[in-house]
């Protein structure tokens, strides 16, 4: 039985809201204020009650990607702190919950640039405590693309998240569905290499990218929704091993088309792809004792910068139309394993993007 966090919400489909994206520059992730938007009285994860129909679990992932602005102590890291403090601030006043997935360059800002004047306006605390205490985010630990980079590994992430916080989850912010030495390797224990004394045992995988996601193709990044614990990597990705240890978290439709293309995806954002999955749960053309997962990307200039958040929000209105009808329930990706093996008694349930009607499609 795997060992989580914390336990909000009731028995679900889920669906998560994740950050991602490339590399950026300082220009590209520090951006000032950020609009509230919607009113602080929708209804808590923890005060949902299950409706007659299959409801959706929803969580906001965000990424932070590696990025030389935030290990620059003097402007970079505090302004990149501030601009996503205001996010969650703006976050707070809906329903929404948060996976904060992190890579190596923002943690070692909040390492070396934190200062207590900083620390005197988030009630003494680092920022990343500061995310979990006041704001209830989770926090994974994230490698950008699932893409190692040599002489560094996701235990190494990992142990550098634990060193700032005790708040951390044992979830995989992103890998790779199609590389069978990452998935063995963290399944069997990964041992870091900047930190060789920590070896980390991960129990939840999520947003599975394939390993062309690293060079800015997502073609074949996962789009399946479910929850399930993979017998491996590649071939072996999509069958159930009920005798595994790390339960995988499917996505559905993880992209949202920031760049505004629409000839590449079947849904154009992760709001559409929800509402079809209600439209077949309500045709019955999907069964309503499984669990379903689906997940919104957002790119960290998004996340951080306010002249991109208008389509961010409005997806997240969308969905809190959702919720207010009883389709939709907010929660952490750990929240969903849970529900997952208390709820539906662990059975697998994984649904590829493909198997849905064609009629749904909103992409042209």
Request: include cysteine.
């Amino acid at each position: 039985m795997v060992v989580f966090r914390s336990t909000r919400c009731a028995l679900a489909l889920t669906v998560v809201i994740f950050a991602c994206g490339g590399t950026a520059s300082q220009d590209d992730v520090l951006d000032a204020s950020i609009p509230e938007i919607f009113p602080a009285d929708i209804p808590e994860v923890d005060d949902a009650v299950l409706p007659p129909t299959t409801p959706i679990f929803v969580t906001l992932a965000g990424h932070l990607e590696p990025s030389d602005a935030y290990v620059e102590c003097s402007v970079g890291f505090p302004k990149a702190r501030q601009s996503l403090l205001e996010f969650a601030q703006a976050i707070q006043q809906t329903p929404v919950r948060v996976n904060l997935q992190i890579d190596r360059t923002f943690l070692e800002g909040v390492r070396d640039c934190e200062t207590t004047v900083m620390r005197a306006e988030t009630n003494g605390e680092n920022v990343l405590e500061h995310l979990v205490q006041t704001f209830d985010f989770e926090l994974d630990a994230h490698v950008e693309g699932g893409f190692e980079k040599e002489g560094e590994n996701y235990a190494d992430i990992r142990s550098l998240l634990g060193s700032l916080t005790d708040a951390v989850t044992e979830t995989v912010g992103g890998w790779r569905w199609d590389s069978d030495a990452q998935f063995d390797a963290l399944d069997q224990g990964q041992t870091g290499l900047l930190f060789p004394g920590f070896t980390w045992l991960p129990q939840v995988l999520t947003l599975g990218v394939s390993t062309m996601h690293h060079t800015g193709n997502f073609q074949t990044d996962d789009l399946t929704s479910g929850v399930w614990i993979p017998l491996g990597a590649n071939d072996a990705f999509l069958k159930h091993n009920p005798a595994g240890r790390m339960v995988y978290v499917g996505p559905g439709q993880q992209h949202s088309n920031w760049s505004g293309k629409t000839t590449q995806c079947k849904y154009l954002d992760t709001a559409d792809y929800v509402a079809a999955l209600v439209t077949h749960l309500e045709s019955g053309a999907l069964p309503s004792d499984r669990i379903y997962t689906a997940t919104l990307a957002v790119p960290q200039s998004v996340m951080l910068k306010k002249p991109k958040q208008a389509k961010l929000f409005a997806i997240v209105d969308r969905l809190v139309a959702l919720a207010e009808t009883g389709s939709v329930v907010f929660a952490h990706y750990t929240d969903v394993v849970e529900h997952w093996q208390d709820d539906y008694n662990a059975v697998s349930n994984i649904v590829p993007i493909d198997e849905l009607d064609p009629a749904t499609f909103t992409c042209r």
